[in-house]
Protein backbone atom coordinates (compact mmCIF):
# COMPACT_ATOMS: atom_id res chain seq x y z
CA UNK A 1 0.00 0.00 0.00
CA UNK A 2 1.07 3.56 -0.46
CA UNK A 3 2.07 5.50 2.23
CA UNK A 4 2.08 9.28 2.37
CA UNK A 5 2.94 10.81 6.09
CA UNK A 6 2.48 14.58 7.33
CA UNK A 7 4.87 15.54 9.83
CA UNK A 8 2.20 16.52 11.89
CA UNK A 9 -1.44 16.27 12.13
CA UNK A 10 -1.92 19.81 13.80
CA UNK A 11 -0.11 23.12 14.34
CA UNK A 12 -0.72 26.30 15.90
CA UNK A 13 1.98 28.77 14.67
CA UNK A 14 1.97 32.75 15.36
CA UNK A 15 1.51 35.40 13.01
CA UNK A 16 5.29 36.01 11.35
CA UNK A 17 6.52 32.43 12.19
CA UNK A 18 8.22 30.67 9.70
CA UNK A 19 6.18 27.34 9.05
CA UNK A 20 7.80 24.10 7.82
CA UNK A 21 5.29 20.98 6.73
CA UNK A 22 6.84 18.28 5.34
CA UNK A 23 5.27 15.37 3.60
CA UNK A 24 7.03 11.78 2.87
CA UNK A 25 5.98 8.82 0.71
CA UNK A 26 7.53 5.57 0.39
CA UNK A 27 6.16 4.54 -3.13
CA UNK A 28 8.80 6.32 -5.56
CA UNK A 29 6.09 8.77 -7.14
CA UNK A 30 7.54 10.87 -9.28
CA UNK A 31 4.96 13.69 -8.66
CA UNK A 32 4.04 15.17 -5.46
CA UNK A 33 1.50 18.34 -4.60
CA UNK A 34 0.45 20.35 -1.82
CA UNK A 35 -2.71 21.22 -1.72
CA UNK A 36 -4.71 23.52 1.13
CA UNK A 37 -8.67 22.76 1.67
CA UNK A 38 -11.12 25.18 3.16
CA UNK A 39 -14.62 25.02 3.44
CA UNK A 40 -16.74 25.69 0.47
CA UNK A 41 -13.65 26.00 -1.61
CA UNK A 42 -12.60 22.26 -2.48
CA UNK A 43 -9.17 21.53 -2.43
CA UNK A 44 -6.23 24.08 -3.99
CA UNK A 45 -3.36 23.57 -5.77
CA UNK A 46 -0.22 25.11 -3.92
CA UNK A 47 2.39 23.82 -5.62
CA UNK A 48 4.02 20.33 -7.27
CA UNK A 49 6.91 18.71 -8.09
CA UNK A 50 7.68 16.09 -11.16
CA UNK A 51 10.93 15.46 -10.02
CA UNK A 52 13.72 16.29 -7.78
CA UNK A 53 14.45 19.78 -7.20
CA UNK A 54 11.81 20.42 -9.83
CA UNK A 55 8.89 22.41 -8.78
CA UNK A 56 5.68 23.78 -10.70
CA UNK A 57 3.39 26.38 -9.39
CA UNK A 58 -0.42 25.84 -9.01
CA UNK A 59 -3.76 27.78 -8.37
CA UNK A 60 -2.49 29.74 -5.09
CA UNK A 61 1.66 29.60 -4.41
CA UNK A 62 1.62 33.46 -3.31
CA UNK A 63 3.09 33.33 0.76
CA UNK A 64 4.41 29.43 -0.12
CA UNK A 65 7.60 28.08 -1.13
CA UNK A 66 8.36 24.51 -1.53
CA UNK A 67 11.51 22.03 -1.81
CA UNK A 68 12.15 18.83 -3.51
CA UNK A 69 15.70 17.64 -2.30
CA UNK A 70 14.81 14.02 -2.08
CA UNK A 71 12.90 11.91 -4.44
CA UNK A 72 10.16 10.96 -1.44
CA UNK A 73 10.43 14.40 0.40
CA UNK A 74 8.41 17.42 -0.63
CA UNK A 75 8.51 20.46 2.20
CA UNK A 76 5.82 23.01 2.05
CA UNK A 77 7.25 26.92 3.21
CA UNK A 78 5.63 29.42 4.86
CA UNK A 79 7.87 31.96 5.04
CA UNK A 80 5.82 34.71 7.69
CA UNK A 81 2.50 33.09 8.46
CA UNK A 82 -0.59 34.91 8.20
CA UNK A 83 -3.94 34.49 9.90
CA UNK A 84 -5.47 34.14 6.40
CA UNK A 85 -2.95 30.68 5.71
CA UNK A 86 -4.67 28.95 8.54
CA UNK A 87 -6.04 25.89 6.98
CA UNK A 88 -6.16 22.41 6.41
CA UNK A 89 -3.52 21.12 4.02
CA UNK A 90 -3.17 17.79 2.32
CA UNK A 91 0.21 16.53 0.59
CA UNK A 92 -0.28 14.21 -2.60
CA UNK A 93 1.81 11.82 -4.48
CA UNK A 94 0.98 10.05 -8.28
CA UNK A 95 2.98 8.35 -10.79
CA UNK A 96 4.44 10.18 -13.72
CA UNK A 97 2.25 8.05 -16.26
CA UNK A 98 -0.32 9.37 -18.75
CA UNK A 99 -4.02 8.29 -17.29
CA UNK A 100 -2.96 6.98 -14.28
CA UNK A 101 -3.17 9.89 -12.36
CA UNK A 102 -4.51 8.44 -8.81
CA UNK A 103 -3.12 10.76 -6.49
CA UNK A 104 -2.58 9.09 -2.75
CA UNK A 105 -3.35 11.62 -0.09
CA UNK A 106 -1.61 12.45 3.73
CA UNK A 107 -3.85 12.72 6.38
CA UNK A 108 -3.42 16.08 6.28
CA UNK A 109 -2.03 19.13 8.60
CA UNK A 110 -4.59 21.32 10.32
CA UNK A 111 -3.08 24.61 10.76
CA UNK A 112 -4.06 27.70 12.64
CA UNK A 113 -2.25 30.77 12.80
CA UNK A 114 -2.90 33.02 15.62
CA UNK B 1 -7.83 25.19 -15.60
CA UNK B 2 -10.68 22.94 -15.98
CA UNK B 3 -13.18 23.85 -13.88
CA UNK B 4 -15.63 21.37 -12.10
CA UNK B 5 -19.09 22.48 -10.65
CA UNK B 6 -20.13 20.15 -7.72
CA UNK B 7 -23.71 19.35 -6.51
CA UNK B 8 -25.67 19.38 -4.17
CA UNK B 9 -22.63 20.69 -1.62
CA UNK B 10 -24.18 19.54 1.20
CA UNK B 11 -26.37 16.31 1.73
CA UNK B 12 -28.22 15.08 5.07
CA UNK B 13 -30.40 11.82 4.56
CA UNK B 14 -31.27 9.33 6.82
CA UNK B 15 -29.82 5.30 6.57
CA UNK B 16 -31.65 3.94 3.55
CA UNK B 17 -32.10 6.21 0.94
CA UNK B 18 -30.79 6.91 -2.29
CA UNK B 19 -28.73 9.95 -3.41
CA UNK B 20 -26.84 11.00 -6.54
CA UNK B 21 -24.15 13.63 -6.49
CA UNK B 22 -23.21 15.32 -9.81
CA UNK B 23 -20.16 16.91 -11.70
CA UNK B 24 -20.30 19.07 -14.14
CA UNK B 25 -17.77 20.96 -16.66
CA UNK B 26 -17.72 23.02 -19.52
CA UNK B 27 -14.96 21.42 -21.06
CA UNK B 28 -14.36 17.94 -21.98
CA UNK B 29 -12.83 15.78 -19.33
CA UNK B 30 -9.97 13.40 -20.93
CA UNK B 31 -10.66 11.22 -17.66
CA UNK B 32 -12.54 11.80 -14.03
CA UNK B 33 -11.78 10.21 -10.88
CA UNK B 34 -13.76 10.52 -7.53
CA UNK B 35 -12.91 10.30 -4.17
CA UNK B 36 -14.24 9.98 -0.74
CA UNK B 37 -12.26 11.70 2.16
CA UNK B 38 -13.14 11.05 5.67
CA UNK B 39 -13.40 12.72 8.86
CA UNK B 40 -9.50 13.77 9.87
CA UNK B 41 -8.05 11.83 6.71
CA UNK B 42 -6.88 12.68 3.23
CA UNK B 43 -9.12 11.82 0.06
CA UNK B 44 -8.90 7.83 -1.21
CA UNK B 45 -9.43 7.31 -4.68
CA UNK B 46 -13.27 5.76 -5.32
CA UNK B 47 -12.99 5.26 -9.04
CA UNK B 48 -11.44 6.69 -12.68
CA UNK B 49 -14.01 6.52 -16.12
CA UNK B 50 -12.63 7.21 -19.00
CA UNK B 51 -15.28 6.11 -22.07
CA UNK B 52 -18.16 8.62 -22.68
CA UNK B 53 -20.89 6.48 -20.94
CA UNK B 54 -19.26 4.19 -18.88
CA UNK B 55 -20.95 3.24 -15.49
CA UNK B 56 -18.65 0.90 -12.93
CA UNK B 57 -19.98 -0.16 -10.04
CA UNK B 58 -18.10 -0.58 -6.51
CA UNK B 59 -20.74 -2.08 -4.31
CA UNK B 60 -23.91 0.22 -3.62
CA UNK B 61 -21.92 2.72 -5.41
CA UNK B 62 -22.06 3.47 -9.10
CA UNK B 63 -20.72 6.12 -10.85
CA UNK B 64 -21.53 7.05 -14.86
CA UNK B 65 -19.66 9.24 -17.21
CA UNK B 66 -21.80 11.43 -19.57
CA UNK B 67 -21.66 10.27 -23.10
CA UNK B 68 -20.06 13.54 -24.41
CA UNK B 69 -17.48 13.18 -21.27
CA UNK B 70 -18.67 16.96 -19.76
CA UNK B 71 -20.25 15.31 -16.74
CA UNK B 72 -20.36 12.17 -14.40
CA UNK B 73 -22.63 10.88 -11.61
CA UNK B 74 -22.36 9.45 -8.21
CA UNK B 75 -25.14 7.29 -7.14
CA UNK B 76 -25.39 5.44 -3.68
CA UNK B 77 -28.07 2.79 -3.31
CA UNK B 78 -29.49 2.66 0.71
CA UNK B 79 -26.87 4.49 2.20
CA UNK B 80 -25.14 4.05 5.17
CA UNK B 81 -24.12 5.92 8.01
CA UNK B 82 -20.08 4.63 7.22
CA UNK B 83 -21.01 6.56 3.44
CA UNK B 84 -20.56 9.70 5.32
CA UNK B 85 -17.74 12.43 4.36
CA UNK B 86 -16.86 14.47 1.50
CA UNK B 87 -17.06 13.60 -2.69
CA UNK B 88 -14.83 15.36 -4.66
CA UNK B 89 -14.47 14.68 -8.44
CA UNK B 90 -11.17 15.08 -9.94
CA UNK B 91 -9.92 15.48 -13.45
CA UNK B 92 -6.45 15.73 -15.38
CA UNK B 93 -8.14 17.76 -17.86
CA UNK B 94 -5.19 17.62 -20.41
CA UNK B 95 -2.74 18.96 -18.01
CA UNK B 96 0.85 17.57 -17.74
CA UNK B 97 2.56 16.08 -14.79
CA UNK B 98 -0.91 14.17 -12.93
CA UNK B 99 -1.97 17.60 -11.66
CA UNK B 100 -5.76 17.14 -11.10
CA UNK B 101 -8.75 20.10 -10.74
CA UNK B 102 -10.89 19.18 -8.02
CA UNK B 103 -14.42 20.25 -7.19
CA UNK B 104 -15.57 21.62 -4.16
CA UNK B 105 -16.74 18.85 -2.64
CA UNK B 106 -19.90 17.38 -1.57
CA UNK B 107 -20.48 16.72 2.06
CA UNK B 108 -22.59 13.72 2.77
CA UNK B 109 -24.27 13.19 6.56
CA UNK B 110 -25.88 9.61 6.98
CA UNK B 111 -27.94 9.35 9.97
CA UNK B 112 -28.55 6.13 11.49
Known amino acids: DVKVTQSSRYLVKRTGEKVFLECVQDMDHENMFWYRQDPGLGLRLIYFSYDVKMKEKGDIPEGYSVSREKKERFSLILESASTNQTSMYLC?????????????FGPGTRLLVL | TQLLEQSPQFLSIQEGENLTVYCNSS?????LQWYRQEPGEGPVLLVT?????EVKKLKRLTFQFGDARKDSSLHITAAQPGDTGLYLCGTAGGTSYGKLTFGQGTILTVHP
Open chain 2, 27 to 31: SVFSS
Open chain 2, 49 to 53: VVTGG
Open chain 1, 92 to 104: ASSLRLAGLETQY
